[in-house]
């Protein structure tokens, strides 16, 4: 990769980097969406107490593991919700919110939706390679109609689900697409994605070396093409969302709208974050009373 890596990545970096450490295959996308998450914090001045990187189950969802901030692992597809928890109490923290196609439009697909309606202040990333790959390769919600995989031997036949159509759809506020093989474009987009004051979700295409032998990164590059304009109004960004061959890469859409934390009720008179606010004992012991009584 012959790019210039920005002053401060080495922040984000393991204390203890090393390839052993790391359980994806040689050559795995998730490597690149790695390099341009670090390069983005690094080049946004944050510092990695400032981040918090929640994740679901999945090869995607490895992520804390592997960069040098707050991290929660947690159970499958729930990323968002606890994502949205953790903003909530800490709005001073930048929260990302991690995981892969399967993990984030299967399992997690609810939470989207509703997420998408609250609007908090996080940046949902989705590694998208249109397969299962931790469980060895079944078909995901992304995945091509015809691809045979082991739980799939006849081929896909259901059509794949299209995130960027049903966020535009939903009126979410920051929409995008990328794909990883394209390193400074999608760093400025993650980049934009972490400073937008809302819901932002980046669809990040990337391949599969073990299970995908289709959606590979000439693949990507053959079927892709960057928008020369967007974001767009919703009417266009939705036509532009809706196109598939070659599917169209860059910000489709944005609408600005008070983010989820801004609402809560507990932050309309303080705004102080909800983890340094000192308990009112005598709330708690009138609490008890009550319950006692």
């Known amino acids: 990769m012959n790019v210039q ?18 359980a994806w295959c040689p050559g795995c996308g998730n490597f690149g969406i790695r390099n341009i998450l670090i390069s983005a914090l690094a080049e946004l001045g944050l510092k990695p107490n400032e981040v918090a ?6 090869q995607a969802a490895k992520m804390p593991h592997y960069i040098n901030a707050n991290g929660y692992h ?11 928890g953790v903003k909530a109490a800490n709005p001073e923290l930048t929260v990302i919110a991690e995981g892969g196609d399967g993990d984030m439009y299967a399992e997690g697909g609810n939470h989207m939706l509703h997420a998408i309606r609250r609007n908090p202040d996080i940046t949902v990333l989705i590694h998208d390679n249109q397969i299962y790959g931790l469980t060895k390769g079944q078909a995901s919600p992304t ?5 045979k995989t082991p739980t799939q031997p006849w081929g896909v036949f259901e059509k794949p689900f299209n995130p960027i159509a049903l966020a535009v759809a939903l009126d979410a506020s920051f929409v995008a697409r990328t794909f990883m093989g394209y390193f400074k474009e999608s760093v400025e987009i993650l980049k934009k994605a972490i400073r ?14 073990s299970f995908n032998r289709i959606n590979t990164y000439a693949w990507y590059r053959e ?20 196109e598939t061959d070659p599917l169209p890469l860059g910000i489709f859409y944005i609408n600005e709208k008070p983010a989820f934390e801004e609402q809560v009720p507990a932050y309309r008179k303080d705004r102080t974050p909800l983890w340094k606010r000192k308990p009112k004992l005598e709330l708690v012991e009138k609490f008890f009373e009550g319950k006692r009584g």
Not at 75 to 82: C, E, M, N, S, V
Not at 196 to 209: E, Q, R, T
Not at 223 to 242: L, V
């Open 53 to 58: 990187i929640i994740s679901g189950i999945g």
């Open 223 to 242: 079927h892709t093409y960057w928008m020369e304009d967007g974001p767009f109004d919703r009417e266009t960004a939705f036509r532009k969302a809706i």
């Open 5 to 22: 890596l920005p002053i401060g990545r080495e922040l984000f970096e393991p204390r203890r980097p090393g390839s052993k450490d790391i």
């Open 74 to 84: 947690t159970l499958h597809g729930r990323a968002i919700p606890i994502a949205t």
């Open 196 to 209: 937008h004051k809302g819901l932002a979700i980046v669809d990040i295409l990337h391949p599969c070396v």
């Open 143 to 147: 995945t091509m109609v015809g691809m």
